[in-house]
Every structure is written in C-alpha cells, then in structure tokens.
C-alpha cells in the first residue's frame, strides 16, 4: 500500500538515526508519510486516506485544518512569525487559561509539554524548599531527565507493586536525578499515604497524569484523587497535575472539573497551542510568585525560551478554544463511549477477553488478555502482540493509530465517521480470529 513511504524511510534511515525524530510514532514496519489531512481524516503520500485517531497525540481536538483555526494561524503569519516582545494574544489565552482551569490563578506559557513540566518541578521545589518530588509509575511527563524515570516498569526492573523503584527510562539519566523522584504505584492509595507520609520531610510535590495515558489509559479510581489531595495537605506536601494531555480534554476544566479534585498547580499543552508547540505551568498565585521578582531581587526561578507565547501558537490556541463548547465534549465522549461499548460487545460476541480503555475521548484499542486495568503492572499481562496486530490491521484498513497505543478522536467526526471506523475494527477483529483463537 505504501511504496512512496518505503521509499522515504529508506531516504530518512541515511540522515537520521531510526530514520526518525520523534520515538513515539516509531513503530515495526514504519511508519507511513504524511501528505496532507483535513477533518478527521489523514492521507499519505501514496494517496491512502484514513481516519486520524491520533489527531496528532491529542493535539488537533477540532480535527485536521479546522477553518477557523487556519484562518487565525493565517492572520498572525501576517503579522510576524516571532518578537522577543509580547503580543496581546498571550494575555488573551493566559485569561482563557485561568478561566478554565480551577487551579489556575496566574499561568507562563512555554515552547512544549516537557518545558512545562520541566518548569513546574523546578518551580514547585523552589517554593517548597525540598527536593524531593513523587511521580506515578507508568506516568509520561515529557523527555527531560527528571520526567524519565520509571515511565515504562517492566517485570524485571520494577520492583513491588505497591512500592516500585526509581528506574531511569534512558542511558543518560545521572543517578542523582533518579534519586530525587519517589515512585508511588498508581491508584493504590494507602501504599501511596504510606510512601508520602514517610517523605514528607523531603518532598516537594505529588505529580501525576489524571489518566494515566502511558500505562495504557488507566483512570484514577473513585476518590483516588480526592484522597490523595487530602493526603497531601494533611502532609503539607503539594499536589500537581500534569493535564499536557486531559487538559481542555476531557471537559473544557479538564480533568480537575472532570474529576472534581483542584491540584496546587497544573501544566497544559497540546490543544491551548491549536496545532502549534506549547506548553503551560498554572497555578495558585502564591506558588506562581516563584516566577515574579521582588523588588530589585531576581525570581526564585528563573524562565526564558526564545518560542514562550509564540504570536502564531497564541492566535491558534485561541481560536481553538473559542471553538470548545460544552456540546463538543459530550459529543466527543459520548463517541468514544459508544465506540467501547461496539467493539467489547464484538470481543464478547467472538469469545475474546479484551476491553477497550476510555477516559475522556482518549482510547487504547485494545488491552487483549485483559477484563480492565487499576495499575500498569496489570500490562505484564496484557497481549500486546495483539494489540499491534490490531493496530497494524487498523491503519492497513484505513484508521490512523499507532499500534499498542492510546488513540483518540476529534471533533470533526460525524456519526457516519463513528459507524464506518467501528465497522472497519470489527473487519479488523475477523481477520485475527485465527490468532485470537490460538491466544486464548
Ligand atoms: N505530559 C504529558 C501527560 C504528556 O502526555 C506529554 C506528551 N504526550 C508531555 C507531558 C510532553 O509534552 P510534549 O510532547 O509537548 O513535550
């Protein structure tokens, strides 16, 4: 189906190591090339259209090229494409930020997900004074070093389940910074109040990712959240929720208006950028003063970035909010919902354990040799060979996503869009039926 992207990766392998830039996407055959994608769908360059269930990882929540996105992206190009002074636009969508989100009295925007939450540790241990600070194992907080540990725990390396150890996820990662994270097991709470009561002296911050995406899409259990925030103040310890992903997501607040639980501070990406690279730290306006010189003495931390509060990403980020209306969300999840219910209702028709992991409009198609998910060592179980089986069969018979992996939908799926993408699934799963018997 794709000889021009054959062609590509081999020309990619000759400049770039893995023929890639990006791991994420970096997947067995190869991945294909993009041409171009419009709404829901995605093309590539041998012509072969799909439905876009990545939407970029969460990024293009309206949909591919939504006009009135282009049009603002158009505007601002006008414009001038970067200052090292401010535009309006960033007060604009900082208002539109600290209007969402509950915990956010004052916000800085950065160039990426991984500058936030980079900028968010660092600001939360200058506040607090401590080093410390407590991360989920199995959560994904960006690439830099400190985000890098113990994101993806297998059998070997993890440790106990309800106490696992600090593992860097890449060579490079100094030893130092492993030890000052404190890996808590993830909706496990009394293991979780244990660990924190006996740091408390020394941590900073509980970090998390509401939905816990990396460890396969694993949403916090009734009152998780709501415990560990109450843990948190018992212990005078400070409570920060990593929302790159569930930001603007899952509701328009996020996850903290999904699940009703208001962190100390939060970071965004992905769609407050329209399609552009951002990045957010927001937050109660006491811990935001680390941000703020006193007088004539100099922040407690200090932040720059040539791309903060880019004039393009600003204007895109804007205009897709504006677009974010109570209806598009409850049409979003109801979809995703619905396309759960179809394709457990298949697996069940054909005798095949599996469930399909939702929170939000975010997806993992599909945890095979698995009834449901609390904490990612459940994955050890999980089939994954059947996953990218599945998702190599999916983007074979025109879905977007990349195999073993959370997908998600947008807003510029119309339900024929929903009916025929679970249609194409259910022809995926008939095709496996071979391997899907000799697996169980
Ligand atoms: N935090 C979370 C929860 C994320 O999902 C991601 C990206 N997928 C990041 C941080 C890093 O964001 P970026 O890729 O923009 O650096």
Not at 91 to 114: H, N, W, Y
Not at 230 to 240: M, T
Not at 264 to 273: E, N, P, Q, S, V
Not at 308 to 326: F, Q, R, S
Request: glycine fraction near 8%; aromatic fraction near 8%.
């Amino acid at each position: 189906m794709t000889p021009k992207s054959s062609v590509l990766a081999d020309n990619a392998a000759q400049v770039m190591p893995a023929g890639n830039t990006r791991h994420t996407y970096l997947f067995r055959p190869r991945p294909f090339y993009v041409e171009r994608a419009h709404g829901c769908k995605i093309v590539d360059v041998d012509g072969n259209e799909r439905y876009d269930f990545l939407n970029n990882m969460g990024v293009l929540i309206l949909g591919n090229n939504h006009p009135k996105v282009v049009e603002a992206i158009n505007r601002a190009v006008e414009q001038g494409v970067g200052f090292a002074a401010p535009t309006e636009r960033e007060i604009q969508l900082a208002k539109m930020v600290c209007d969402a989100a509950p915990c956010a009295e004052k916000v800085r925007f950065t160039a990426s997900g991984t500058e936030a939450t980079m900028t968010a540790m660092r600001a939360l241990r200058a506040f607090s004074g401590r080093d410390l600070v407590a991360k989920f194992e199995g959560h994904y907080h960006g690439t830099h070093d400190y985000a890098q540990v113990s994101t993806q725990p297998t059998p070997k390396g993890s440790g106990r389940r309800a106490f696992p150890r600090a593992v860097p996820d890449s060579q490079g990662i100094p030893r130092a910074v492993v030890r000052a994270m404190l890996i808590l097991p993830w909706n496990d709470f009394h293991a979780c109040e244990t660990l924190i009561r006996r740091n408390k002296r020394k941590l900073a911050a509980v970090m998390l990712d509401p939905i816990a995406n990396a460890s396969g899409l694993i949403p916090p259990k009734d009152n998780f959240l709501r415990a560990l925030r109450e843990c948190a103040d018992e212990n005078d310890v400070l409570l920060y929720f990593d929302e790159v992903l569930s930001g603007f997501r899952l509701a328009y607040g996020g996850a903290q208006e999904y699940y009703n639980v208001v962190p100390d501070l939060a970071t965004y990406g992905k769609i407050i950028g329209g399609g552009f690279p951002v990045g957010a730290v927001a937050g109660k306006e006491e811990i935001m003063q680390v941000f703020s010189p006193s007088g004539s003495t100099k922040p407690k931390v200090t932040h720059m970035g040539t791309f903060n509060g880019h004039p393009v990403t600003m204007a895109a980020g804007i205009a897709t909010l504006n677009e974010l209306k109570a209806e598009v969300y409850q049409r979003l999840n109801s979809n995703a919902q619905r396309i759960k219910t179809e394709i457990e209702g298949t697996l069940e028709e054909m005798d095949v354990m599996g469930h399909v992991a939702v929170a939000g409009s975010f997806m993992y198609l599909i945890h095979f040799g698995l009834k449901g998910m609390t904490n990612v060592q459940d994955k050890f179980r999980e089939n994954t060979q059947l996953a990218c089986q599945f998702g190599l069969g999916s983007i074979c018979g025109g879905i977007y996503l990349v195999p073993a992996h959370s997908c998600n939908l947008s807003a510029a799926f119309s339900d024929e869009d929903i009916t025929r993408s679970i249609e194409i699934m259910n022809e995926v799963l008939r095709k496996m039926q071979p391997s899907l018997k000799a697996a169980s």
